[in-house]
Nanobody, 112 residues
């Protein structure tokens, strides 16, 4: 099982960034997908979940209205579109599946 995240980088406050996650080694469409983040010195936070068919999504209050998770079950890929980014969104972002695993992560830095 592998999760390959990409798309991180440096963005100014108020900017937008899109992340991708290619999942390999399991039947992608059988599982809900998650995006997590972890900032230095903080616990890992679940920031988005999407159901197997992509027909329902869940976000915590900290990102609701700014982050959008989506998926393509043909391409075995999950996405996280982030807008109106804030310095407190700075973290390593991971994709994964509960009880299966997660990737190595991609760094997102929000700074002027």
């Amino acid at each position: 099982v592998q999760f390959l995240e990409s798309g991180g980088g440096l963005v100014q406050p108020g900017g937008s960034l899109g992340l991708s996650c290619v999942a390999l080694g399991f039947t992608f469409s059988d599982y809900a997908m998650n995006w997590y983040r972890q900032a230095p010195g903080k616990e890992r936070e679940l920031v988005a979940t999407i159901t197997r068919a992509g027909d329902n999504t869940v976000y915590p209050a900290s990102v609701h209205g700014r982050f959008t998770i989506s998926r393509d079950n043909v391409k075995n890929t999950a996405y996280l579109q982030m807008r109106n980014l804030k310095p407190e969104d700075t973290a390593v972002y991971y994709c994964g599946v509960t009880k299966i695993g997660r990737g190595q992560g991609t760094q997102v830095t929000v700074s002027s």
